[in-house]
T-cell receptor, first 115, second 113 residues
Framework: AQSVAQPEDQVNVAEGNPLTVKCTYSVSGNPYLFWYVQYPNRGLQFLLKYITGDNLVKGSYGFEAEFNKSQTSFHLKKPSALVSDSALYFC?????????????FGQGTELSVKP | GAVVSQHPSRVICKSGTSVKIECRSLDFQATTMFWYRQFPKQSLMLMATSNEGSKATYEQGVEKDKFLINHASLTLSTLTVTSAHPEDSSFYICSRSGPTEAFFGQGTRLTVV
């Protein structure tokens, strides 16, 4: 069965410092991996995805993520955090192209960036 | 711009009444859409898969008679919460899949009083 784990409920970072939000996954086939961000009372916004190719994926708002097959991880990173990055972040997985778009989400990590 | 439009964004209803939430795919004819429920600061729980022209597929533990899903056209899926109770209060989000990533509506905050 597919699963996604985000081991940290909350990450606190000072503005200007690098940030990492962790994600590990478990799938039977080749994973399609995603990061989404959610602001209060809003839907999810797509940040980036890994389907195939380079392990380092660059996405929106300066975020990037590194796919590590041996560690089954897909951590989200940003070199310099902004206060406006404070939000709820979700890692998600889809078990290849044949699941009709159904995503399995991690439990979410609340990122707080302080000035 | 948004490719999935969800309406209303916020609704308050009385216990025992029914509430309908609409989800529209704006740029693509979607044969399949998804409905999620989210509790405060928690993850999204898939409730059901909405299939155009046929019955929805519900996840285990989701009451079909309480959460009625209709997908009558390729651009519109609706979720009706019937005989609402305070415990149905939650944030409901719809989505449709793209070639790779999924696209989400802006969500509906339902409060049952």
């Amino acid at each position: 069965a597919q699963s996604v784990a985000q081991p940290e409920d909350q990450v606190n970072v000072a503005e200007g410092n690098p940030l990492t939000v962790k994600c590990t996954y478990s799938v039977s086939g080749n994973p399609y991996l995603f990061w989404y961000v959610q602001y209060p009372n809003r839907g999810l916004q797509f940040l980036l995805k890994y389907i195939t190719g380079d392990n380092l994926v660059k996405g929106s708002y300066g975020f990037e993520a590194e796919f590590n097959k041996s560690q089954t991880s897909f951590h989200l990173k940003k070199p310099s955090a902004l206060v406006s990055d404070s939000a709820l972040y979700f890692c998600a997985v889809r078990d290849g192209p044949n699941q009709g778009g159904k995503l399995i989400f991690g439990q979410g990590t609340e990122l707080s960036v302080k000035p | 711009g948004a490719v999935v439009s969800q309406h209303p964004s916020r609704v308050i209803c009385k216990s025992g009444t029914s509430v309908k939430i609409e989800c529209r795919s704006l740029d693509f004819q979607a044969t399949t859409m998804f409905w999620y429920r989210q509790f405060p600061k928690q993850s999204l729980m898939l409730m059901a898969t909405s299939n155009e022209g046929s019955k929805a597929t519900y996840e285990q533990g989701v009451e079909k008679d309480k959460f009625l899903i209709n997908h009558a056209s390729l651009t519109l899926s609706t979720l009706t919460v019937t005989s609402a109770h305070p415990e149905d209060s939650s944030f409901y989000i719809c989505s449709r899949s793209g070639p790779t990533e999924a696209f989400f509506g802006q969500g509906t905050r339902l409060t049952v009083v």
